[in-house]
């Protein structure tokens, strides 16, 4: 099983400011990770796949970039909107597919 | 829209069973597979189960493995999970998730229903 580790596990920022969310796999999973959004109450939403593709209806703020093991999810300026959990998952082997333990996105 | 809307959770005591559905609308149902994905209170997203398009393959999380079964009905657009055997380790909400590959599943997951919530306790 291969397992994902993401940091930190909290990141205080301003609003406008930037955010860097890291995520690395025990082994390679190619570009097959995908990033999720999750806010307090709400199910999980597909942000990224593919490793830095857009899934429909993210803004272009949200970028991610990486392959093989080492990932980052990159919110250039942040909004109050995005101030929640972000979980990345690895869908290179399978099963099982396994997400990381979360960063929190809290306001500075 | 694509909506997944699950159904069936509850309270339950240890050792009793549960089955929970997800009715999906807006996408053409028999065409993806379909996972659940549950979540502790205050804990991290596991990965619960896998069917493909067509009933043909099931996997599961080694920590459910024997003790849940995942189904799908595609004549009435429904995603089913049959747990039995339940812990209080089960406790979680159960989230259905569509599988964003057509036919050949990729193993993300694109469409999320909004949850239900399955407590095992005495």
């Known amino acids: 099983e291969i397992v994902m580790t993401q940091s930190p596990a909290t990141l205080s920022v301003s609003p406008g400011e930037r955010a860097t969310l890291s995520c690395r796999a025990s082994?390679?999973?190619?570009?097959?990770l995908a990033w999720y959004q999750q806010k307090p109450g709400q199910a999980p939403r597909l942000l990224i796949y593919g490793a830095s593709t857009r899934a429909t209806g993210i803004p272009a703020r949200f970028s991610g970039s990486g392959s093989g093991t080492e990932f980052t999810l990159t919110i250039s300026s942040l909004q109050s909107e995005d101030f929640a959990v972000y979980y990345c998952?690895?869908?290179?082997?399978?099963?099982?597919?396994?997400f990381g333990g979360g960063t929190k996105v809290e306001i500075k | 829209q694509v909506q997944l809307v699950e159904s069936g959770g509850g309270v339950v005591q240890p050792g009793g069973s549960l089955r929970l559905s997800c009715a999906a609308s807006?996408?053409?149902?028999?065409?993806?597979?379909m996972h659940w994905v549950r979540q502790a209170p205050g804990k991290g997203l596991e990965w619960v189960a896998f069917i493909r398009y067509d009933g043909s393959n099931k996997y599961y999380a080694d920590s459910v493995k024997g003790r849940f079964t995942i189904s799908r009905d595609n004549s009435k657009n429904t995603l089913y999970l049959q747990m039995n055997s339940l812990r209080a380790e089960d406790t979680a909400v159960y989230y259905c998730?569509?599988?964003?590959?057509?036919?050949?599943?990729?193993?993300?997951?694109?469409?999320w229903g909004q949850g239900t919530m399955v407590t095992v306790s005495s």
């Open positions: 082994q390679s999973v190619s570009s097959n």
């Open positions: 998730a569509k599988d964003p590959g057509v036919v050949a599943a990729i193993g993300a997951f694109d469409i």
């Open positions: 998952q690895q869908y290179n082997n399978w099963p099982p597919m396994t």
């Open positions: 807006g996408f053409t149902f028999s065409s993806y597979g």
